[in-house]
Structures are given as structure tokens and as C-alpha cells.
């Protein structure tokens, strides 16, 4: 009745509360992490026919066998252990020999398609592949980086590591897929059905329990550092999963990424996990519409060359860094409430709105010392949650909840 990798986890975060040194056992929020993930990995386990041609239940079994975690580096060949190595004729097959028109993603290191997998007496599987360009150096650094620290993590929020191919010509990462794209798409993708507040406040929960994990869940601690609504994938019931582990492991602050229990170094780096989830909050609430935004530009610029510079800028806003900087700058000078999106007037209940806008505030704060952890954050945007469905329930016929509120940040740039 046990899945083994709802067992493992089991087990292991058992054997560490009973670990003879105070010191070494873990912190109560952990266990909770530990076991919360144990639990979904027994419900996927019995929900889902993993493991039969596809060898996810296999790998997820010995990446928290005894063994395997004891090793502090892990080998290239550990990795090839933990992880299934698929073979270029079988991913070709799978995306019909890369045909450009299965091109889902670009990001900044290689194109994304998606995939089928045939399984024995099964329908086919479907795959999404990272197929890293291959003159960048940087983009083997990053496939390394992030087939190294996948094929260890599992976590409902985060994207499952299937496994990879890797030659002097060809890097290429294999995940599941995710039928509803990225919250990008649904943020700033033309004709998609723009999200309710509810689906909105739980995608924000999912990513902050996938952070959660990341920060506190695993044997050691994680800084995503790469969290945008580009990196947020949604799957068939829209549940977010984190992914774009790659650049985490890069830059100058990352320690590369992944370090043990630093008190000094983890405040920053997770401090800015929750600086960024800050940012994707302030996305998630206001406005895409160029117009209203270009407009409170305009008036706050008071600048009359900005009109001749509007129309050429427009073209180009597509891009989501342009939109939160500028949402970043006007929400310290116009009320957040005038910058909502349109679709959301009317259906945020205040109390819950009060409670957002705070946690939003304090996860930009100047002082990383100062931001709330992502524990307290997943704590706070469910009450806020729970807020919002008890006004719902109080007033069903409503929809137009008013905010009399006029919150204006007072923040810096990091
Ligand atoms: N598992 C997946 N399922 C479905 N679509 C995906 C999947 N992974 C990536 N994509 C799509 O491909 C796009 C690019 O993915 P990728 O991880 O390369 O992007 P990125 O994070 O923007 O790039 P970078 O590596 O530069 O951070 C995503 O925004 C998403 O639309």
C-alpha cells in the first residue's frame, strides 16, 4: 500500500527526527514540508500510471535511497544513476526529428518542443524537451546544473525531471509537460482567458509552497533566483510548477546555488527568492493593458516627448521585465488600486486584499532582513485565500466588492 517514494521520504525525514545530536535533527516546518510531500508523492503514485515505460518511479526511488544522499558531490555518473538517459533515436522519434512546428518555448538556452513517448499497451506520453544550443558554454553549465539538482528535488511544485541525453553534440532535457503553458502566457498571451482573482491567489500559493520546499524541504537549501512568470508552468488543472532551475546555479551571489545550512549566506539568497515573488505578485495583480499603463506613465513622466516616443515603445512592450519595472516604479506613485487589472475590479474581497498588498510589501522591502520568509508568505496568501471565499460565501451574489484602500509602496529597487 506504500509507494516506495512516498516510503523513502518517509523514511528518511523519520531517521533524521531521531537523529542522536539536537543539532542535526530538523526544524518542525521541515518535517511538515517533508511529510506534505510525502503525502502528494503517495497520492500521485496511486493516481497516476507512472513507472510502466517510463522510468520516473524507478529514478525517484534511488535519488532518496541511503546510498545515493550520503555523497555530498554528486558524480556525473551518480547522476546518469539517478536519472534516465534517454537515446537520441528515441527523442528524435519523439518529436519527429525536432520538427521546428513542435517548437512550444525559446528561452535563453535552447529551444523547448514537445514530445511523445510510446508505452507498451498505453496511450503515448507526452514530453516537453530543452534542447540546449549548442555553441553556448553557458547553456552545458546551465544543463548540468539543472539535470544535477532536479533529478534530487520532487515536490508538486516544482517541474519533474523525466530524464536527458548528453553528447559533445547534444544536451537535451526531457520534463514532463504541461499542457497550460507558462503563467506568462496567461498574464500577457493575446486571446487567453484572462485568470480569475482565485486561481490567480492559489497559483501564487502553489509557487510559494514550491519555494517553500526549495528553501526548507530539501536535505540542503535552494535559491531558485530565477523565479518570472516565464519559469512558472501550469499543469492540466492549472497547478503551478516551478522550473528554470538552470540560472539558479549561476551569477555571482548563487554560491552556486545550492548550499548547506549558511546562516549568512541563506538569509540573502532566500531573501531573494522572496524578493522576486514579491515582483510576481505585483504582476499577478495589475493591469497588462499597455493604455492604462502607458497613461499613468505619461503623467507621471510629465513629459511632452513621451507622446513621440509612445507608439514606437508600444511594439515593443512585450516584454514582461519592461512591464514589471514599470509597474515597479508606478506603484510607488499611484494608488496599486487604480493599477488592478480591469478583469479583477469588483471581485477582490478588501479583506483579502489587505492581506496580499501586505504580504506584497514585505516581500519587497529594501532590507532583505526585513522580508518575510516564504514559509510565512504561503501562510499568509492562504488566510488571505480563506478571506476571500468567506466573503464569497457571505455575499454569492456579489461582484463588486469596492476597495476604499489607497496603498501607495514605499520601496527601492534591489
Ligand atoms: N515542461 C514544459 N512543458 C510545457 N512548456 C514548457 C515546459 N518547459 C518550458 N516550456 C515552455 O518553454 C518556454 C521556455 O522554457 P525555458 O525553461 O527554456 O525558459 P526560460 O526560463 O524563459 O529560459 P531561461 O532558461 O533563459 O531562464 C517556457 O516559458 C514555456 O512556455
Known amino acids: 500500500m506504500i509507494a516506495p517514494a512516498c516510503w523513502e521520504v518517509f523514511l528518511d525525514i523519520t531517521e533524521r527526527c531521531l537523529k542522536f545530536d539536537p543539532n542535526e535533527r530538523p526544524a518542525m516546518g521541515e518535517v511538515e514540508v517533508q511529510l506534505e510531500l510525502a503525502m502528494s508523492l503517495q497520492e500521485e503514485a496511486d493516481n497516476r500510471n507512472i513507472g510502466d515505460g517510463i522510468m520516473l518511479h524507478t529514478y525517484i526511488g534511488s535519488c532518496f535511497s541511503k546510498q545515493k544522499s550520503s555523497s555530498k558531490k554528486q558524480s556525473p555518473g551518480v547522476i546518469q544513476e539517478l536519472c534516465h538517459r534517454f537515446s537520441l533515436a528515441d ?248 493599477m488592478i487589472d480591469p478583469t479583477l475590479v469588483g471581485k477582490i474581497a478588501p479583506a483579502c486584499w489587505e492581506e496580499v498588498i501586505d504580504v506584497a510589501e514585505r516581500c519587497l522591502k529594501q532590507e532583505p532582513n526585513e522580508r518575510p520568509t516564504i514559509g510565512e508568505v504561503e501562510m499568509e496568501l492562504e488566510h488571505a485565500l480563506e478571506l476571500q471565499e468567506e466573503a464569497d460565501h457571505a455575499y454569492k451574489t456579489s461582484d463588486d466588492y469596492i476597495l476604499v484602500s489607497t496603498t501607495i509602496f514605499n520601496f527601492e529597487l534591489e
Open 91 to 338: 527523442l528524435r522519434k519523439s518529436t519527429n526529428n525536432f520538427d521546428e512546428n513542435r517548437i512550444i518555448g525559446r528561452g535563453g538556452f535552447g529551444d523547448v518542443y514537445k514530445g511523445y513517448l510510446k508505452r507498451d499497451g498505453a496511450s503515448d506520453y507526452t514530453i516537453a524537451l530543452k534542447r540546449m544550443y549548442r555553441k553556448s558554454r553557458q547553456g552545458i553549465t546551465e544543463f548540468k546544473n539543472e539535470v544535477e539538482l532536479l533529478c534530487q528535488l520532487r515536490h508538486p511544485n516544482l517541474v519533474s525531471l523525466i530524464g536527458f541525453y548528453d553528447d559533445e553534440n547534444e544536451s537535451i532535457i526531457v520534463y514532463e509537460y504541461m499542457p497550460n503553458g507558462s503563467l506568462h502566457d496567461h498574464l500577457y498571451g493575446k486571446n487567453m482567458k484572462p485568470l480569475s482573482w482565485k486561481k490567480r491567489l492559489e497559483i501564487c500559493i502553489g509557487v510559494a509552497r514550491g519555494l517553500h520546499y526549495l528553501h526548507t524541504g530539501a536535505k540542503r537549501t535552494i535559491f531558485h533566483q530565477n523565479l518570472c512568470p516565464n519559469n512558472i508552468l501550469l499543469d492540466t488543472n492549472m497547478v503551478p510548477k516551478l522550473s528554470g532551475f538552470g540560472l539558479s546555479l549561476l551569477g555571482p551571489r548563487s554560491i552556486a546555488g545550492i548550499s548547506g545550512y549558511n546562516v549568512k549566506n541563506n538569509t540573502f539568497s532566500v531573501a531573494y527568492d522572496v524578493y522576486s515573488f514579491g515582483v510576481i505578485l505585483l504582476l499577478v495583480i495589475c493591469t497588462k493593458d499597455k493604455q492604462v499603463i502607458f497613461d499613468k506613465i505619461d503623467k507621471m513622466r510629465n513629459n511632452q516627448d513621451f507622446g513621440r516616443a509612445q507608439s514606437g515603445v508600444l511594439e515593443e512592450f512585450s516584454d514582461v521585465n519592461q512591464v514589471s519595472m514599470d509597474i515597479y516604479d508606478l506603484v510607488q506613485r499611484f494608488p496599486l488600486e487604480e
